[in-house]
């Protein structure tokens, strides 16, 4: 009887020093240089690998990558819906950074026996996990955890300087038919948009809707009566919108930002990126909704 | 009671004319009869919504317009939106009666010869590659979703012609339903140029949208609707015939050529019109006409400004639900439209047969 429970513990033993071997060659091969050559998917994690110092690892981007600069002369290997399998598999990469929804691509992928790191956008908890994550992945553990700390700062630095001042309600407009109040898309009460105005020192009108798009009837909008309009426009997709475009918005006259022209337009990609910008969109944000505490 | 309009094919004898004496009547009637439940559900419509508004409170005129949510609520949002919905949906479904006169198909919708996939493809390509373009305070969708219709319109009618110079119907379904294929193969490819944002947007411009927040759009369309339905005023006599036989009515004297372009040409302006205030709202063209027919019987002298009016009313009332039902998000009208519609349209076949 002894004997065999001898037996027993002996194999549980090395069973587990096998299994802790394995852990930690595995960590260590982590723990190392990390992988040599990305491919990216997602614009938001190329900046985030820029950010971290990966740049140099990064082989290829999505066709809607356009930051950091160094992405331009990278090729461009398709995007979320048409991802370039081929020329993906013929860059010899180690790493591939998928979108969440892009299960087909991860299960091709992996068939070849290449890591992937898939990704779904989120709020801002997300975004600096993600970057945590992926510093991780790619052998930049401690420039990625001192880029979420430089975040966190500076969030914490605008919810700290915006306390104790009234909060407007506001409404935040990510497209519109140029001209017109027709086609008007709002950020949710759900994602990073949402809660960068939160932090900026907003109350999002939408805040109960569930969803991180709206699209408001102009009833809705007339009903909601927010006291500031911000709207972004990331500059590399728009239309135009001059002096003109904002005057869609003086139809809607009874609303308090209009009367008291507190129509915001901000421009930029950095706004609707959920990266390693977002602490400077989000200052952007409370620049625009608290002019007075920034002068 | 015959239900459908295609009766010439299968030698169901023809509609006898009438006296004028004896419709008249009945056409009043009708005529009244739709009227009120048009002029109703408009009168009706602006008063529900999301909000809750007065309408002593909005028509205070000692309130100034500046501070009256009620007043902008009611005139900005509301009003504009009924006008809208009432004016594309008796457009439509006036539309789809003469469609499916004249194509003698009672399947036929204003959307059949390709008129709103031209009117989509202009639509996308000003979504898509056109951003920058705007004209003051209009906006360049519109315009460009009316002349992809009338190019579209263009070239059947040219397709369908090219042989002589009646329309040919068969000729006019098969290049209209071509067309449409060929210019949703299009669209697909300029979405697959666009980007996420302007794929979402004209995706929803296709699902229709009334909320057109200001009378701008409504005064462009409404030109070309009155002009629409003022062609339609001749039609009636002609379609009874032209619905059941071309020769027989040549044979009573119809002038068959002149009756046809007269019809392909008013019933594709006021689907134009309605499509570039509106996008293509679906179903509209298709179960209004046929409901109207099972009620009033298919003589086009009724069932034609019958059709406009019960039109007016259905699209005012699908959109009441898809702004109300879900709120504070809302339902692109051209589905409600088509839940309301498609089982519909199944039921009436399942009874037919």
């Given at each position: 009887m002894a004997s065999r429970t001898q037996k027993l513990i002996a194999l549980v033993a090395v069973a587990l020093a096998v299994f802790l071997l394995g852990t930690s060659l595995a960590q260590s091969r982590e723990g190392g240089?990390?992988?040599g050559r990305i491919v990216s998917l997602v614009p938001a994690i190329t900046e985030m690998l820029f950010a971290i110092g990966a740049g140099p690892q990064v082989v290829a981007v999505s066709s809607y990558d356009e930051f950091?600069?160094?992405?331009?002369?990278l090729p461009k290997v398709g995007a979320?819906?048409?991802?370039d399998t081929e020329r993906i598999l013929a860059l010899r990469p180690d790493l591939v950074v998928v979108y969440g929804s892009q299960s087909d691509l991860q299960t091709q992928l992996e068939r070849a026996h290449l890591r992937t790191f898939s990704y779904r956008h989120g709020g801002i908890a997300t975004t600096l996990g993600t970057i945590r994550d992926i510093g991780v992945a790619t052998g930049h553990r401690k420039e990625s955890s001192d880029l979420v700390s430089s975040l966190q700062a500076r969030l914490d630095a605008v919810r700290d300087r915006v306390k104790g001042r009234t909060r407007p309600r506001v409404v935040l407009v990510f497209e519109r038919q140029a001209g017109t109040l027709r086609e008007v898309y709002a950020s949710g009460g759900v994602g990073f948009l949402h809660e960068m105005l939160d932090v900026a020192g907003g109350t999002n009108v939408?805040?109960?809707?569930?969803?991180?798009s709206v699209q408001p009837s102009i009833e809705t909008l007339l009903a909601r009566a927010p006291d500031v309009i911000l709207e972004v426009r990331a500059?590399?997709?728009?239309?135009?919108?001059?002096a003109d475009d904002a005057?869609?918005?003086?139809?809607?006259?009874?609303?308090p930002a209009v009367k008291n022209r507190r129509v915001h337009l901000l421009r930029g990609d950095y706004l609707v990126?959920?990266?390693?910008r977002l602490a400077m969109a989000t200052e952007a944000f409370a620049r625009a909704l608290h002019p007075e505490t920034f002068k | 009671m015959i239900t459908v309009d295609s009766a010439g094919a299968d030698g169901t004898p023809l509609p006898r004319r009438i006296p004028r004496s004896s419709i008249r009547g009945r056409l009043t009637a009708t005529l009244l009869g739709f009227g009120m439940v048009a002029l109703a559900t408009c009168a009706l419509a602006p008063l529900v919504g999301t909000t809750p508004i007065s309408l002593t409170r909005a028509l205070?005129?000692?309130?100034p317009f500046e501070q009256n949510v009620d007043a902008q609520i009611f005139f900005v949002a509301r009003l504009p939106r009924v006008l809208a919905g009432a004016l594309v949906g008796s457009a439509l479904a006036a539309a789809g009666v003469v469609f499916q006169a004249m194509l003698r198909?009672?399947?036929?919708?204003?959307f059949t010869l390709g008129v709103s996939a031209g009117a989509s493809l202009g639509a996308m390509l000003v979504i898509v590659f056109g951003g920058a373009l705007t004209f003051g305070s209009f906006s360049t969708v519109p315009a460009a979703s009316l002349a992809g219709a009338a190019a579209a319109t263009a070239v059947v009618y040219w397709l369908a012609t090219r042989h002589g110079h009646a329309i040919s119907t068969s000729v006019l379904l098969l290049a209209g339903v071509t067309l449409n294929s060929f210019l949703s193969a299009i669209i697909m490819f300029v979405q697959y140029l666009a980007d996420f944002a302007q794929v979402y947007r004209a995706a929803r411009w296709i699902m229709g949208d009334?909320?057109?927040?200001?009378y701008d759009t409504l005064i462009a369309s409404l030109p070309l609707v009155i002009a629409a339905f003022a062609l339609f005023a001749w039609l009636p006599s002609s379609l009874n015939l032209l619905s059941v036989d071309k020769d027989a009515a040549a044979a009573r004297g119809v002038d068959v050529p002149r009756a046809q372009r007269l019809a392909f040409f008013s019933a594709s302006l006021a689907t134009s019109a309605a499509v570039s205030l509106?996008?293509?709202?679906?179903f509209v063209g298709i179960v209004v006409p046929h409901l109207v027919r099972l009620l009033v019987g298919v003589d086009h002298r009724i069932v034609l400004p019958a059709s406009a009016l019960f039109g007016a009313a259905f699209l005012v009332a699908c959109d009441l639900v898809a702004r109300t039902i879900l709120s504070p998000v809302e339902i692109p009208v051209g589905i409600v439209t088509a839940m309301i519609g498609g089982p519909f349209f199944l039921w009436l076949l399942v009874r037919k047969s």
């Open positions: 240089a990390g992988p950091p600069a160094e992405v331009k002369a979320l819906l048409d991802p939408f805040a109960d809707v569930a969803r991180e500059s590399g997709l728009i239309e135009k919108t001059g005057d869609a918005w003086s139809a809607l006259s009874s609303v990126v959920p990266g390693p | 205070d005129p000692a309130i198909n009672p399947l036929a919708t204003p009334l909320d057109i927040g200001g509106a996008g293509p709202i679906g």
